[in-house]
Nanobody, 129 residues
Framework: VQLQASGGGLVQAGGSLRVSCAAS????????MGWFRQAPGKERVFVAA???????YYADSVKGRFTISRDNARNMVFLQMDSVKPEDTAVYYC????????????????????????WGKGTQVTVSS
């Protein structure tokens, strides 16, 4: 299984950016896919997740500003980031939960790093003020 994140860069506060995650070895529509981020000197934290059926989950800090989506034909997952803030600056990672078509879980399941068995190399997002 390989996950490749891309699309990061420098963006001004209030602007928008979309990061992508291309998967190989698994079909993303059959698995929970998540985005996490890690700022310098801090732990990797949950940002958003999407279930096989399309249900989405977000951290409170990004709710209403970020949107996770999936392109089944291209086997990719995206994170659209709007109204970005300097505190969104971080390396963004995509993760995949190995469980095939999992049942619904409590919300804490999606935000737990331990849920995700595979991780891609991150992509840097820097928001200037």
């Amino acid at each position: 299984v390989q996950l490749q994140a891309s699309g990061g860069g420098l963006v001004q506060a209030g602007g928008s950016l979309r990061v992508s995650c291309a998967a190989s070895g698994r079909t993303v529509s059959n698995h929970i896919m998540g985005w996490f981020r890690q700022a310098p000197g801090k732990e990797r934290v949950f940002v958003a997740a999407i279930r096989p059926g399309g249900s989405t989950y977000y951290a409170d800090s990004v709710k209403g500003r970020f949107t996770i989506s999936r392109d089944n034909a291209r086997n990719m997952v995206f994170l659209q980031m709007d109204s970005v803030k300097p505190e969104d600056t971080a390396v963004y990672y995509c993760g995949l939960d190995e469980t095939y078509r999992p049942p619904f879980r409590s919300s804490s399941y999606y935000s737990d790093r331990a849920t995700y068995n595979y991780w891609g190399k991150g992509t840097q997002v820097t928001v200037s003020s």
